[in-house]
Nanobody, 123 residues
């Protein structure tokens, strides 16, 4: 079971840090991805981190603004989101991936989805 938290309302240019926490298993054993889905739009892969070595993949739409990382001691994966834009508004989800490719959209599958956390970027 994955649980996302940290969403909220923020002004354009602001920052948020999302957390993806696991219960019942060790998150460091898995590649983890962050995804988002805005109303009326398809789900988009945002970023991922590998299980070994901490290699990351980032979508072009958030490159330079979003950073994924692990807080191993807390069995958590974070998504630091800076310079937020209104188009970043979406429900953000984390999931387990088989692998973390350079382009997270190329991950062959995702599973164990969390319930999502809402991020709203608005003046």
């Amino acid at each position: 079971q994955l649980v996302e938290s940290g969403g909220g309302l923020v002004q354009p240019g602001g920052s948020l840090r999302l957390s993806c926490a696991a219960s019942g298993f060790t998150l460091t054993n898995y590649a983890i991805g962050w995804f988002r889905q805005a109303p009326g739009k398809e789900r988009e892969a945002v970023s991922c981190i590998s299980s070994v070595g901490g290699r990351t993949g980032v979508a072009d739409s958030v490159k330079g603004r979003f950073t994924i990382s692990r807080g191993d001691a807390k069995n958590t994966v974070y998504l630091q989101m800076n310079s937020l834009r209104p188009e970043d508004t979406a429900v953000y989800y984390c999931a387990i991936l088989g692998v973390c490719p350079n382009n997270p959209a190329d991950a062959p599958y995702a599973s164990n989805w969390g319930q999502g956390t809402q991020v709203t970027v608005s003046p």
